[in-house]
């Protein structure tokens, strides 16, 4: 959830009291003037509030793992480069966040400690607000195993894991989407859709439901 606005202090006023100083004539007069202390009252302005408005509030970021295809086949060339093959591979990423986000230093990664080098997104790589974005195996390196037992990870630029997810084996050009906004579970019965928000699900008989791979749900 966003953090909510801070409260302005209240300005507090007071006004004080002071006394004038006492005058003593000096010995060299003629004439003995007596000077009665005169009792004033200084007053302050009383403050108001300023027009500064409420301080700037970091507004929660939401990105997410939300779709990804592991085993492509040799029928659709997802990549569009021309050639259908297993470098169509990709990793959908939605940034579910009303703020554009500087991936800088983030990273894409499989299993932790295996498989593929950890992909670091380079300076200027930004994930606009609302947007999804495939990042296909020919420009992350991210190979994931086509018979399962495998993760897909999403690690903050200091290491943490921001979101997870492992999943079994699966068919040619099946993809794993994930229903809602980085919120729902995962499911292997949707179009896949790299680039573009995953349609909205239909319910499926339970008959059909009992041979679909099993999808663990995101590890937190």
Same mark, same amino acid.
């Given at each position: 959830?966003?953090?909510?606005?801070?409260?302005?202090?209240?300005?507090?006023?007071?006004?004080?009291?002071?006394?004038?100083?006492?005058? *003593?004539?000096? &010995? *060299?007069?003629?004439?003995?003037?007596?000077?009665?202390?005169?009792?004033?009252?200084?007053?302050?302005?009383?403050?108001?509030?300023?027009?500064?408005?409420?301080?700037?509030?970091?507004? +929660?970021?939401?990105?997410?793992?939300?779709?990804?295809?592991?085993?492509?086949?040799?029928?659709?060339?997802? $990549?569009?480069?021309?050639?259908?093959?297993?470098?169509?591979?990709?990793?959908?990423?939605?940034?579910? +966040?009303?703020?554009?986000?500087?991936?800088?230093?983030?990273?894409? $990664? $499989?299993?932790?400690?295996?498989?593929?080098?950890?992909?670091?997104?380079?300076? !200027?790589?930004?994930?606009?607000?609302?947007?999804?974005?495939?990042?296909?195996?020919? $420009?992350? =390196?991210?190979?994931?195993?086509?018979? !399962?037992?495998?993760?897909?990870?999403?690690?903050?630029?200091?290491?943490?894991?921001?979101? &997870? /997810?492992?999943?079994?084996?699966?068919?040619?050009?099946?993809?794993?989407?994930?229903? =809602?906004?980085?919120? =729902?579970?995962?499911?292997?019965?949707?179009?896949? &859709?790299?680039?573009?928000?995953?349609? /909205?699900?239909?319910?499926?008989?339970?008959?059909?439901?009992?041979?679909?791979?099993?999808?663990?749900?995101?590890? &937190?």
């Amino acid at each position: 959830p966003s953090p909510s606005p801070g409260q302005m202090g209240t300005p507090t006023c007071t006004s004080t009291l002071t006394r004038a100083p006492i005058r *003593t004539p000096t &010995s *060299t007069q003629t004439l003995t003037r007596i000077y009665t202390p005169t009792r004033t009252r200084q007053m302050t302005d009383t403050p108001r509030p300023s027009a500064t408005p409420y301080p700037t509030c970091n507004l +929660s970021i939401t990105i997410c793992i939300s779709e990804f295809l592991p085993a492509p086949g040799s029928a659709i060339d997802w $990549d569009g480069n021309g050639e259908a093959n297993y470098r169509d591979e990709w990793i959908e990423l939605h940034n579910a +966040s009303i703020e554009d986000l500087d991936l800088h230093g983030w990273k894409l $990664d $499989d299993r932790a400690g295996g498989g593929s080098q950890p992909y670091t997104f380079p300076a !200027g790589t930004k994930l606009l607000a609302g947007e999804y974005h495939a990042y296909y195996l020919r $420009d992350t =390196g991210i190979a994931l195993n086509n018979s !399962g037992g495998d993760d897909v990870r999403l690690l903050a630029p200091d290491g943490t894991v921001v979101d &997870s /997810v492992s999943y079994e084996q699966t068919a040619y050009d099946v993809s794993y989407s994930r229903l =809602g906004e980085c919120t =729902g579970d995962w499911t292997t019965t949707l179009p896949p &859709s790299p680039g573009r928000a995953n349609p /909205v699900a239909t319910p499926i008989p339970a008959s059909m439901s009992l041979y679909l791979p099993l999808i663990q749900r995101p590890r &937190s």
